[in-house]
């Protein structure tokens, strides 16, 4: 399998992307700059859960609705050999996974791996109180209060990494990464809760090259907000300045096999000041949209 480099970002309107348990699950934030930040792991998590909804096994989810440890999720691979197990849960041939096999911890690296992703905006929180309507106890004669926060508009980008060397080891796929497409694509929208709801993919550029060797970088060094009012609300409010990531691309077509990419068409994409198709801006590539 060859490498791959990822761009994606989605954006989040009064919604909370990535609580911390550490901080009243406020939004994770860079407080020094006041940029949203999302883990690699909450990343994963929507892919995963969208898996698990389309039909497949994966290895870090739980049991009859309950949280277990590994070695429990192990019990039901037990009489499986190392290669059955990981042709049966996809998210560890993605994103790897130490697993208890046969009284030894064995340790894969997953080949897709993400940056924690961050906000290309600075981002204002809301912090409203809320009241349920179930009371602490019986004799309780009001619902308990509690705090609520969401971030008021986040355009959060991630970069992310297809190891072709590291696929070898756990069996992963072409048709691995066709759901991997998918799955960035469809899987926020889709596991949306009431504190993610409101959250949208915006854009989605996975560059396959022709070995397992090349990584030109994260991509997100390329690409430039362009904010057209003060503290932007909505996705209509910004563009995307991608010149440099197309010349990037563009100098580096001799090393790139496929484009796979999807693009909001809500989402204003630029080079040189000029409004563009991202189709059009990378026709001499071979692209394959994602549906």
């Given at each position: 399998m060859?490498?791959?480099?990822?761009?994606?970002?989605?954006?989040?309107?009064?919604?909370n992307?990535?609580?911390d348990?550490?901080?009243?699950?406020?939004?994770?934030?860079?407080?020094?700059?006041?940029?949203?930040?999302?883990?690699?792991?909450?990343?994963?998590?929507?892919?995963?859960?969208?898996?698990?909804d389309?039909?497949?096994?994966?290895?870090?989810?739980?049991?009859e609705?309950?949280?277990?440890?590994?070695?429990?999720?192990?019990?039901?691979?037990?009489?499986?050999?190392?290669d059955?197990?990981?042709?049966k849960l996809?998210?560890v041939?993605?994103?790897?996974?130490?697993?208890?096999?046969?009284?030894?911890?064995k340790?894969y690296?997953?080949?897709?791996?993400?940056?924690?992703?961050?906000s290309?905006?600075?981002?204002?929180?809301?912090?409203?109180?809320?009241?349920?309507?179930?009371s602490?106890?019986?004799?309780?004669?009001?619902?308990?209060?509690?705090?609520?926060?969401?971030?008021?508009?986040?355009?959060?980008?991630?970069?992310g990494?297809?190891?072709?060397?590291?696929?070898?080891?756990?069996?992963?796929?072409?048709?691995?990464?066709k759901?991997?497409?998918?799955?960035?694509?469809?899987s926020?929208?889709?596991?949306?809760?009431?504190?993610?709801?409101?959250?949208y993919?915006?854009?989605y550029i996975?560059?396959e090259?022709?070995?397992?060797?090349?990584?030109?970088g994260?991509?997100?060094?390329?690409?430039?907000?362009?904010e057209?009012?003060?503290s932007?609300?909505?996705?209509?409010?910004?563009?995307?300045?991608?010149s440099?990531?197309?010349?990037?691309?563009?100098?580096?077509?001799?090393?790139?096999?496929?484009?796979?990419?999807?693009a909001?068409e809500?989402l204003?994409?630029?080079?040189?000041?000029?409004?563009?198709?991202?189709?059009?801006?990378?026709l001499?590539?071979?692209l394959?949209?994602?549906?």
């Amino acid at each position: 399998m060859n490498n791959s480099e990822i761009l994606f970002l989605y954006d989040a309107k009064f919604a909370n992307p990535n609580g911390d348990p550490d901080e009243e699950n406020r939004p994770r934030m860079d407080s020094e700059r006041d940029i949203n930040l999302v883990s690699d792991l909450r990343l994963k998590r929507y892919i995963r859960d969208y898996l698990l909804d389309k039909g497949y096994d994966i290895f870090v989810r739980k049991v009859e609705d309950k949280a277990v440890t590994a070695e429990k999720r192990m019990e039901e691979f037990k009489n499986l050999t190392e290669d059955e197990i990981l042709n049966k849960l996809i998210d560890v041939r993605m994103f790897g996974a130490t697993m208890p096999i046969k009284g030894d911890n064995k340790a894969y690296i997953g080949p897709v791996q993400f940056n924690w992703g961050y906000s290309l905006n600075k981002v204002e929180l809301l912090e409203a109180g809320i009241t349920s309507h179930f009371s602490t106890n019986e004799k309780a004669q009001q619902g308990t209060m509690g705090r609520d926060f969401r971030v008021k508009y986040s355009l959060i980008a991630f970069s992310g990494v297809v190891s072709g060397k590291r696929a070898a080891k756990t069996k992963l796929t072409d048709d691995d990464l066709k759901l991997l497409d998918e799955a960035m694509r469809h899987s926020i929208q889709n596991q949306a809760t009431r504190s993610k709801i409101g959250q949208y993919p915006r854009l989605y550029i996975r560059v396959e090259y022709i070995d397992s060797e090349t990584i030109l970088g994260d991509f997100r060094d390329l690409i430039i907000l362009k904010e057209k009012v003060e503290s932007i609300r909505d996705i209509k409010e910004c563009s995307l300045d991608i010149s440099k990531l197309v010349d990037t691309l563009r100098e580096n077509k001799d090393k790139i096999k496929n484009i796979y990419y999807f693009a909001d068409e809500n989402l204003e994409l630029k080079i040189n000041e000029e409004v563009i198709v991202l189709s059009e801006a990378l026709l001499d590539f071979n692209l394959i949209e994602i549906r």
